[in-house]
């Protein structure tokens, strides 16, 4: 009787102790996610700089929603309803993403048994101030907090799939769905963690069968979620009676159904290793400045040494040697899935998994005989400095792009208000009723701004104006809602077969430009204001 009551104390004792390392990891989880975000993103999140795509979502009516859903993204319009508001709220979508991130971090701490405060303080920087997380609050604030979602729920998708044997990978075959259902391209966030998990058993020194068997276990988890998201959808479009998207190049069906010109297997695996090493090593990339393209090579080199060192130095099995040098070799391909399925071109929002190789390093050299557990070295002291160099350079280039954002807003609410004012003007206007045409690209109005040129081709950063250019309905009719959100005034804009006619019309190309006289003209009843030189649209088809 005493030694059972021993036994009992002990294990109550040992469940407390691990309940309070749990409660502070958690809590060091939410310190240095807050840490990071409201260090690099707090400018964004306290700013309502709207414009691009935020400018169709400041309020997620019917439209968005129905655009979403032809999207494949059902989870979407289930999350407003559950959490939020359909209202682009940029401090408090900013909050609940990094509550998000921070849940996320947790997870993956556990599942990688990550205890050391500077692993995890590095993790949190990775998972919350990479180019895509900035891209999001820059831009698309309205729904980063939904794609935050998508990461936490393909984290834990994968936390149960590693602890919960096969009940585990049926709920996280559900998770996958849910995943795919905000954003289909985390799905390689599953699939990367997948992999990277893999990779630290064998460097763990566990047997080719106790990593190779699981990691067949994660592929029948990743093909039950993604048949459970296309029952779901496929649901989804028949009681809606949706049709879903195929043209686009974020379309869901576009890798099931590629069409004629598709690329082939070979040539789409090239530009899957091409895109992924392009976002780390290629100069040419604006958001590379020349610190963090040398910082990138200096942790590919450290990686590869790491690597050399397991593989020719550590005393393993071949087989094991040989599947871990594969794990690494493909990562880029988990990672990059999403480029992988679509067979098109992937833009930063995308690319949110490809910043977890920047977790590799980490794992090469601490699960390694470079360093052993609760130990330092020079390989992992230095992995670590270079990757908070990285981290603050890209602290510094996301208050950049917040600032180039204000700085926009406010020029294209000079303009839009003299705009305004020029059409109110006009003797035969009625707000709200007389139909409005935007001809021309504003690239004509608006020069880059100096010193801001590197961050120009960050997705959604790419137009010196909060109004983008008017390539495509689509972006033309954000004019409707800049008058509708930002200058609160009414104004009626033609249909699409109208603003398709106009940009080729004679009398449309005889006008001057904005600001001179007679860039407003009454053109068979619509008002044209020119900001630029028409855009050829049936080259844009």
Known sequence: MKERIIVCLGRSWKDSLRREEEKKLLLACFGFSFFWGLLAHAYGFMQDSFSHDVLNA???????????????????????????????????????????????????????????????????????????????????????????????AAAAAVYCWARFGWLGTLLGAGLIAGTLSLYQSY??????????????????????RQVFFPGLRSLVMLGLGGGL?????????????????????????????????????????????????????????????????????????????????VLLREKRGWAEKLLLLALVLLLPLGL????????????????????????????LIGESTLQGPGERSVPGIAATLLLLLLL?????????VYVKKDLEQEATLSLMTRVLGRIEAEPDYVPGETPLVFVGADQTLYPQIYGFEAYYDITGAEYPSAVP??????????????????????????DTAIWQA????????????????????DVDGVLVVKLGEPIDWSAKQ
Not at 471 to 493: D, S
């Open 229 to 309: 998201y296309y029952a779901l959808l496929k649901l989804m479009a028949r009681v809606k009676d949706i049709p879903l998207d195929t043209g686009s190049y974020n379309s869901v069906y576009t890798a099931l159904e590629p069409g004629a010109g598709a690329p082939g297997l070979w040539q789409t695996l090239q530009a899957v290793y091409r895109d992924f090493a392009g976002s780390f090593l290629n100069p040419a990339a604006s958001h590379l400045s020349a610190g963090t393209l040398r910082l990138n090579w200096l942790l590919l080199a450290l990686t590869v040494l790491a690597l050399l060192w």
């Open 392 to 400: 603050w350079g890209n602290v510094q280039t996301a208050n950049a």
């Open 469 to 494: 250019y008017s390539e495509c309905f689509y972006y033309y009719n954000a004019y409707k809602a800049y008058f509708r959100y930002v200058l609160n005034t009414r104004a009626e804009m033609a």
């Open 187 to 208: 799905l390689s966030v599953a699939i990367g963690l997948l992999m990277l998990f893999c990779l630290q058993r064998l460097l763990r020194r566990e047997s080719f």
């Open 58 to 152: 400041v309020y997620a009516d019917g439209v968005e929603v129905f655009w979403k859903m032809q999207l494949g993204r059902f989870g979407t319009v289930l999350y407003r309803r559950l959490i939020r508001l359909p209202l682009a709220l940029p401090w408090l979508n900013g909050l609940l993403s990094l509550v998000w991130i921070a849940l996320a971090l947790f997870l993956i701490a556990n599942l990688f048994e990550l205890r050391s405060r500077p692993a995890l303080f590095v993790t949190a920087g990775v998972l919350t101030v990479n180019l895509s997380v900035i891209a999001m609050t820059a831009t698309y604030g309205y729904e980063m907090d939904m794609n935050m979602f998508a990461l936490l």
């Open 336 to 363: 990059n899935a999403a480029r992988l399925f679509s067979g098109e071109d992937v833009h930063d929002l995308m690319k949110y998994a490809f910043w977890l190789a920047y977790l590799l390093p980490l794992l």
């Open 502 to 521: 106009l940009q080729s019309d004679e009398r449309v190309q005889a006008m001057p430009a904005y600001p001179a006289q007679g860039c407003l003209k």
